[in-house]
């Protein structure tokens, strides 16, 4: 569930059944969730597209299935809309419940249901729609903190370009990757809809499809748009818990820190990918890597790659630049073989607020029991196919934008 926003889908024909679903949606409310239900609608307001963006934007959505409901129009269209973008986003939580007399037998045979196909999805029985509050809240599970997550941050940021391309456009990208168009009705929000709907489905595709993305774009967005696209989707293929470390790590100041990962495409693409995700979305980091340098003075080597790359932001004096900036500094050593515990340790005094990132290559071995004392391990580990698959689909995304 991407985010708390849940979505009621009824149909109530007396005012004790407007009474019964409103008393349910205060209740979930009450929980910590942010209900969607027509009856909130300010006047003035365009219903349909209201509706159309609530469906779209939802993380959960509760179906009421009563006599009345089984009997509506736009009920049944409201469930083959959510079942669509259920096969899109398998995020989104879908809550059938059947109240009001209708039971879990009598809706399998029914009509509706050989056409909606909803047996796959946990169905509740209660006799009202207020009844059905816990085991509905047992579904959805806790809700999320009131900060908007990551992920909808970040969906929202793919979707701002592409809201104000053309129908036509959208319906090609569709087809391109194997995406039926939505089975709603175009109105004034349509193409924020479809734009969002296109976020969540590049998120759930990661940067091992990204290349497909970028193909399927065409020439809707420019190239700087679509690199930046690549670059967002290249941070979410890193696995939430890995990054949250490497953010963690740097907050230790003033003593500094040390992290071990392994890859194999440290320098280029996983460490870049690692801290756009830990710091997402800010910008108030710097990575400098060191490149090569084995040898008998690595440690010299290592002392001016830093100072090197801390003059492109303070060329009169990196030293003091070091000491003060405000921002994470974080220094990759892509190779363990590169300096041993003792070096790291005086690198470490002698850069008293830096990150320094150390590559292991394929392994993550427990490198505390070789000496390197206040070391964190970034678990879960780097998967090597995925780091391949992803690095690939990046290279050859960015390959397609150059012919563009």
Known sequence: MMNNIVFLSHSSKTQAALDDVEELGRVLDQQGFQVRLDRRIQAGVDWNAEIDLWMNECGAAVIL????????????????ILQWRRRFDPQLKLVPVMISGVTKETFLKSERHDLLRLDDLQIIEEATAAGSATRIREVLGSPLPSKQSVLDEVADEIAEPLSSISELAFKRIFQRLGMDLPPWRPGSQHGTALARTLARRFLIMHVHKVDHIVDALGIVLGAEKKAHLCNLLSAFWVREE?????????RKSPTC????????????FTVNAYVRRAFYPTSRWHLIPVEGGAGTDTLRHIEESILEGARRYNAHNPDKWLRQTENAVLVLLPDRNMIDCQGLAQLRKRFSRMTFILGTGETLPDLTAEGYTELLHLQPAVDLDDEDKAQRAFDDALALIAKN
């Open 65 to 80: 299935f009563s006599p009345d409901a089984l009997k509506s129009d736009w009920v049944f269209t409201e469930s083959r």
């Open 242 to 250: 890995a990054a949250d470390l490497l953010a963690a790590a740097t």
């Open 257 to 268: 820190w040390s992290v071990a990962i392994n890859g194999a495409h440290l320098q280029r």
